[in-house]
């Protein structure tokens, strides 16, 4: 840990991001004002980026769905789309420092709400999902200190609003922070919690990376620079000086005895309501000009609009890619399909060099990534994007009895309905590869039009050269042959029909092949069975 004293705080906000976004036209702006209650309709219908001017009662600026597209990320880490998965190893690999501030100078701490003047009423939780049991903020990053190892841990979390004090928390599903929390209940101790909220797409990368280690270093791993950060008001949690807001405070020490949710959860269906532990808030900071942010988040019918699916769309298919370059030769491409419900699908394609190198990538890929339900694996000549090169595949090269991988007792999403409520399940690979050593035979070609490109070399036959006497049928078929190519340099045609053979022969002969090459036709003859 260093001191800073000339930082940037603006480089990393959430606002300067945004701002990169309406400049690549990625952002719908709502200037009227718009009621809490119509805030989640807009998100979900649109397919950009969702920016109020006027959100809710207080008609403050709210920002929705920054990480909801590839393009956006690729934005967030400043390199293009193609170069995502090396650019995301590459700050892993390189860890920097972080960077305290004074409070003083944290643009985060710019406006300090303490004790009695807290109200969590006056910021803008809203309604996210039809049948949620409350109104929330889904875009709230925990931070806490483990108080039995030191260890720093940063997670993501909604938060649901119960009054000016108090929220709900779900800490339920199995996570570093219910570890550290059902350890500090056992004791009777409250832990000590700051959430931030409106934070830059590569905080989220931060929070939802699990690894050994200070997690809060992450923050300043992804940004590939020093990250600066502040001490809390009335904890000693550091977070980013350059987030919007933060919410600080603790959760309580009776344990999971509040209900929370339901809450449309990532795999499109509601989470049910379970019982939580209580956030308490003892103070609210935030930017003078604060961008507050929401998450899109478990939306059934545009899951791939989703902040949580895109963010882990692009981490999966980085660790897959990683996987697959030690189980086979020659990866090509992978692609997370973020609408399956917990982007628990992936299209894989390989250039197969060996014999079973299609299950020996399924079976690596479901060994080393848990979220995995179903595993496609094509040719290199699918371009595994395109669903209709992939239902094509589907259909021509997959046979079940011999192609389809199942394996039981696997570990599964834990809110896969399918389960029902079991722990483990079945997963499925799918081998859409043509048969092994097959390539370039014509039954296994796909068939498709030919492009001619250039003159024609030939404008009639008989400007082309003479390897064989013809018949006058054979040179009048021939001749049509060649005109029709004479546009073409390269042209192949194939027929089968009775020639015209000389009374002199002894048996009939049949044209089994003419090509057509340069405007010149060669055709060869064999007798007739």
């Known amino acids: 840990m260093t001191h800073a004293t000339a930082v940037d705080f603006d480089k990393y906000r959430l606002r300067s991001f945004v701002d990169r976004l309406i400049q690549l036209g990625e952002v719908e702006i709502h200037d009227k004002p718009v009621p809490l209650t119509g805030l989640s309709p807009i998100i ?28 956006r990320l690729a934005a967030a880490f400043e390199t293009g789309e193609d170069k995502l998965y090396d650019e995301y190893f590459k700050r892993l690999a390189n860890p920097q420092p972080l960077l305290e501030v004074p409070s003083s100078d944290a643009p985060v701490h710019a406006i300090k709400i303490t004790g009695k003047d807290v109200d969590l009423t006056k910021l803008p939780f809203h309604p996210q999902h039809a049948l949620d049991g409350s109104c929330y903020c889904s875009a709230a990053i925990d931070y806490v200190i483990d108080p039995a190892s030191g260890r720093r841990n940063v997670g993501c979390r909604r938060l649901s609003l119960r009054n000016r ?13 219910k570890r550290i929390y059902t350890a500090c209940v056992k004791r009777g101790d409250k832990l000590p919690v700051t959430f931030t909220v409106g934070a830059h797409p590569l905080d989220f990368f931060a929070a939802t990376t699990r690894q050994p280690g200070d997690e809060l270093a992450l923050v300043a791993g992804f940004r590939a620079e020093p990250a600066p950060v502040v001490k ?21 020490e009776r344990g ?38 929401t998450l899109l988040h478990g939306s059934g019918l545009v899951l791939d609009q989703t902040d949580s699916a895109n963010i882990t769309a692009m981490r999966t298919e980085a660790e897959a890619m990683r996987i697959l370059k030690t189980a086979v030769r020659e990866p090509v491409a992978v692609y997370l399909r973020s609408v399956s419900g917990g982007a628990n699908t992936l299209r894989v394609a390989i250039k197969q060099r060996a014999y079973g190198e299609a299950r020996s990538a399924i079976a690596a890929l479901f060994g080393g990534i848990m979220r995995l339900k179903h595993v496609y694996v094509f040719d290199e000549d699918i371009d595994i994007h395109d669903d209709r090169q992939v239902d094509w595949a589907l259909g021509t090269r997959f046979q079940a009895d011999q192609d389809l991988v199942v394996l039981q007792g696997m570990l599964g999403m834990t809110m896969d309905p399918s389960l029902n ?109």
């Open 44 to 71: 979900e219908r649109s397919d950009k980026a969702v920016l109020f001017k006027k959100a809710g009662p207080e008609q403050v600026e709210l920002v929705a769905k920054t990480a909801g597209n590839r393009k």
């Open 165 to 177: 004090y108090e929220c709900g928390t779900n800490v339920t599903a199995p996570s570093d922070l």
């Open 421 to 529: 409520g079991r722990k483990t399940g079945a997963k499925s690979g799918f081998d859409c590869t043509k048969p092994f050593g097959r390539d370039g035979q014509v039954p296994m070609m796909r068939s498709t039009a030919k492009v001619f490109k250039g003159p024609a070399r030939y404008q009639t036959v008989e400007q082309a050269p003479k390897t064989a006497a013809r018949s006058p049928a054979r040179s009048t078929n021939c001749a049509r042959a060649a005109g029709s190519a004479a546009t073409a340099t390269a042209a192949t045609i194939w027929w089968s029909r009775p020639s015209s053979a000389s009374p002199e022969s002894s048996a009939s002969s049949t044209t089994t092949r003419t090509r057509v090459r340069n405007g010149a036709a060669r055709w060869s003859l064999s007798p007739a069975s």
């Open 256 to 293: 999971y005895v509040e209900p929370e949710g339901p809450f449309g959860e990532y795999m499109g269906y509601y989470g049910a309501i379970h019982m939580d532990p209580v956030f308490h808030c003892t103070a609210i900071t935030m930017r003078r000009d604060v961008l507050h942010h």
């Open 232 to 252: 809390s008001l009335t904890n000693s949690i550091l977070v980013p000086a350059d987030a919007e807001m933060t919410l600080e405070g603790y959760l309580d």
